[in-house]
């Protein structure tokens, strides 16, 4: 049995719905918005800004960290601000896994917690116009076209993976599973990897 | 129904036993060496030379396509040895798809085939120690290290598939589904494989 599973996911993809439903079939805790609202409590920052910066990370080198930016907190241990989140992140993230099982979405999780046995890593990706068709039902149109609002939002969680972990997200070794959900189906997603967490061994 | 699955694989991945094992499951017709022999017989090219150059493609660019090295035709059509069997075992690929149910291994089948709607693209990778110990029961001690030699043959396959497809070997979205095989275990990939291939549309 796999007491974690991570899911890092393409936007739009279907992650988190999988995610959700994988953590309600096997009865585990599901960390996502979640774990915002435990790491602004522990770090200061403001929730919104979590939302924002907790996957997507910015070099601040032009920034004095010790002015507070709207939504940071003041004491950063001499950090940039998504430094800073990360480590707060990190030290959350760490400590749920160890409490209960659970299902965690995105945040590096899966590189966070690669030093234990029973945690399942898997990647859902899918084709463009599938996650096209999702995000503008979902979220509603924008400005933009869905198309480059996907490129724009994957091109920001492959830079903070990458800067967080010097590993290529989406790159099929990183993970014990990758499923293309446009294939696939969202529900044959969730039952291959509830069946994995069944059937593998947790040591 | 899907007809067609490719699997492409690490060296040591067991991706080979995996897609005898799916073949033999579903049916279907099996296609790694048994390629090899047809495309000697259409190419001319001697089979050593194909099981060497098929999916390791070097540059020609000082030697002069006219003359012919050793187990390579005469006839090339102006193409370096490595472009031209490139494009015969292209040409097999997609005749020997048409023909019946098959699972290719290896050769950008997935990228040859990626017109086609009935088929699957898995992609099997392993952990280190895994395929170290894998390569050395299978094809014996060498002078190099068993890690050595397999990052050396990834290295090969991997600039091989580049420079035919333009694409990452081993990109998740490259496949419908990627698996670890130390992971899940040769058994169990071959199951949802088979599964996967009854399940899915292959319209």
Redesign the interface.
């Known amino acids: 049995m796999k007491r974690i599973i991570t899911i890092s996911r393409?936007f739009g993809s279907g992650g988190r719905t999988i995610g959700k439903m994988v953590a309600e079939a096997l009865g585990y805790k599901y960390y996502d918005k979640e774990l915002v609202k435990q790491v602004s409590e522990e770090s200061g920052f403001d929730p919104k800004y979590i939302e924002e910066h907790g996957e997507h990370a910015r070099g601040y080198t032009g920034l004095s960290y010790g002015l507070s930016a709207q939504g940071v907190p003041g004491v950063m241990r001499g950090m940039s601000p998504d430094d800073y989140l990360y480590v707060i992140q990190r030290e959350v993230i760490l400590r749920v896994a160890d409490e209960s099982p659970c299902v965690i979405v995105g945040r590096c999780a899966d590189y966070i917690l690669k030093d234990r046995k029973d945690v399942?890593n898997v990647?859902i990706?899918a084709d463009m116009d599938f996650r096209a068709d999702r995000i503008v039902r979902l979220y509603g149109e924008s400005e933009k076209s869905p198309e480059k609002r996907l490129v724009e939002k994957d091109k920001k969680r492959r830079l903070n993976y990458k800067h967080y972990t010097e590993q290529e997200w989406?790159?099929?070794?990183n993970?014990?599973?990758?499923?293309?959900s446009s294939?696939?189906g969202i529900d044959?997603c969730v039952q291959?990897i509830v069946d994995?967490a069944k059937?593998?061994d947790g040591e």
């Open positions: 393409e399942l990647f990706h989406g790159k099929s070794q993970y014990d599973i990758s499923l293309c294939t696939l044959r291959i994995l059937e593998l």
